[in-house]
Nanobody
Framework: QVQLVESGGGLVQPGGSLRLSCAAS????????IGWFRQAPGKEREGVSCISSSDGSTYYTDSVKGRFTASRNNAKNTAYLQMNSQKPEDTAVYYC???????????????????????WGQGTQVTVSS
């Protein structure tokens, strides 16, 4: 059974850090690009970051550049999103998802599109508040 499970969310103060994990089971994560999306109440799902399978190239939306870092450990079948210098506007449910694409292409085509991604995790809540 193909499954993605996010973890690592929680409450953090502004300026703080969290690391999200996305653990895969039932398939080989190394074969897929991993996208990170977030959705705040009343807002559309937003693509935050993407890390390719082929060359590890990454994409970040402008609002998180320099603060978030995507990585992957294929031996552990797990991907990560390190979130530093967090802001209240980072508050959302965060999802990981898989796709077969080259993430850097989003710098040419525009924002990440949820329909490019197939399997999704259940999400983990991140709240940035003092």
């Amino acid at each position: 059974q193909v499954q993605l499970v996010e973890s690592g969310g929680g409450l953090v103060q502004p300026g703080g850090s969290l690391r999200l994990s996305c653990a895969a089971s039932g398939f080989t994560l190394a074969d897929y690009a991993i996208g990170w999306f977030r959705q705040a109440p009343g807002k559309e799902r937003e693509g935050v970051s993407c890390i390719s399978s082929s060359d590890g190239s990454t994409y970040y939306t402008d609002s998180v550049k320099g603060r978030f870092t995507a990585s992957r450990n294929n031996a552990k079948n797990t991907a990560y999103l390190q979130m530093n210098s967090q802001k209240p506007e980072d508050t959302a449910v965060y999802y990981c998802a898989t796709a077969q694409l080259w993430c850097a292409s989003y710098y040419y085509t525009g924002k990440m599109k949820p329909f490019d991604f197939g399997s999704w995790g259940q999400g983990t809540q991140v709240t940035v508040s003092s």
